[in-house]
């Protein structure tokens, strides 16, 4: 029988087979081919790449054929600002700066406050000081401010909402309603959002007067808005944007779902603000194992790393080197690691991570205005 789960940019529910996802979401997977095509240009390719976190992509290979003609592309991603940054959240930024870094490319980063506000009971004030303090994460992770600009929906409207009528003329409710499983009683702001997000994959081609292609990394949650807008862009004129897609960091509980920080699901998820003490507690208390129940049963039948969430974070983000994480793989698997051990690992991994990102998150406060854009 086939698993149930469900992923929309709203929900994302159950264990997801993304093999099945790319069919059903009609998206290409990143083969050795498209691989090997990527590290021509990039020299070497990001763990997130070798270990397909990075898995499904929309165009790819059109957007390489224009960056070998001289046609360079830029980066586009965006940040729902409606609650603290969780570790799920910075997997596709870090992805997204080495992008930048490799290809020496712009990048665009929407914050779309007027979604999070239409989508969550938070009320406009709450949405703002979480654009901001979300705003402080994206800056430390290191982005090139001379190469990265920040779109705010509601202050940069009058760059945005001349575009967004555009795509929102070409959308009717009955896709909408498909696509996200809208009923009749979403409010009106939700039904039109989806031409928002649509808008910065064109705005450098507006502002240059030239069709410029633009690619988009995301986790594949996000994908459904660009399914709805992609068959628009020609039809205005610009190119369609390409997309590169990632699996999702799971939360604390489980494999199941995604990591999420809205309502009270803070102790399924690690946030960047989280204190050292925070994080132990967090993964000794809350980390699902795929170990056995007691020691003695776990050195004999040794652990399952594949539903391991300590094992899956450190695939994901923390370690690096291809050697170190077989080695855990295997340990683990043989009953050689412990739990607790492998925990230990992970949370000395996460705090080293956070301690240098709650720095650079300080000096953020005074970089803002430098990743603004200004016409
Ligand atoms: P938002 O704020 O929900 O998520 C921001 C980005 O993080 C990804 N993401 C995750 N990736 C891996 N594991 C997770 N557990 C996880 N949770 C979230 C999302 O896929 C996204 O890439 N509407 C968007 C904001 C947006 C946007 C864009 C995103 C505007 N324009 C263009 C991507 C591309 C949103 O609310 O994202």
Redesign the pocket.
């Given at each position: 029988m086939k698993k149930e789960f469900k992923v929309t940019?709203y929900e994302v529910e159950g264990q997801v087979d993304y093999e099945r996802l790319i069919k059903e979401f009609g998206v290409s997977e990143i083969d050795n081919r498209l691989l090997e095509r990527i590290k021509k240009h990039t020299k070497e390719l990001h763990p997130m790449l070798r270990r397909g976190v990075f898995f499904a992509h929309r165009d790819l290979n059109w957007l390489l054929d224009e960056y070998e003609k001289g046609n360079k592309f830029f980066l586009?991603?965006?940040?729902?600002?409606?609650g603290p940054i969780?570790l799920?959240?910075l997997?596709?930024w870090i992805f997204t700066k080495w992008l930048q870094d490799k290809f020496g490319v712009d990048l665009w980063f929407?914050f779309?406050d007027d979604?999070?506000f239409l989508f969550k009971e938070s009320s406009f004030d709450e949405i703002q000081k979480w654009t901001y303090e979300n705003m402080l994460d994206i800056i430390a992770l290191g982005f090139n401010p001379k190469k990265t600009f920040f779109l705010v929906d509601t202050k940069h409207a009058n760059l945005l909402y001349p575009q967004a009528i555009k795509f929102a003329k070409k959308i009717t409710l009955s896709t909408v309603k498909a696509a996200f499983g809208f009923t009749d009683s979403n409010n009106i702001g939700q039904v039109f959002y989806t031409s928002m997000?649509a808008v910065?994959a064109i705005i450098p081609s507006v502002l240059n007067k030239k069709n410029i292609p633009c690619l988009?990394?995301?986790?594949i949650?996000?994908d459904p808005?660009f399914r709805v807008a992609r068959d628009i862009y020609p039809k205005l004129g610009f190119y369609k944007p390409s997309i590169i897609h990632?699996?999702?960091?799971?939360p604390l509980s489980g494999i199941s779902g995604?990591?999420?920080s809205s309502g009270n699901k803070n102790n399924n998820a690690i946030l960047t603000t989280d204190s050292a003490k925070e994080v132990e507690a967090k993964i000794n208390k809350y980390a699902f194992s795929g170990g056995q129940p007691t020691i003695e049963e776990h050195r004999k039948k040794g652990g399952n790393p594949d539903i391991d969430v300590s094992y899956q974070y450190l695939k994901i983000l923390f370690e690096p080197d291809d050697k170190k994480l077989q080695e855990i793989y295997e340990d683990y698997k043989s009953g050689k690691m412990l739990t607790s051990e492998l925990k230990s690992i992970l949370i000395e991994k996460i705090n080293a991570f956070l301690k240098e990102h709650q720095k650079k998150r300080e000096q953020a406060k005074s970089q803002i205005s430098k990743f603004l854009f200004k016409e």
């Open positions: 940019p586009y991603t965006g940040r729902g600002p409606s969780h799920g959240h997997g596709t929407q779309t979604e999070k997000q910065p988009i990394p995301l986790a949650d996000q808005h990632g699996i999702f960091v799971p995604k990591m999420d």
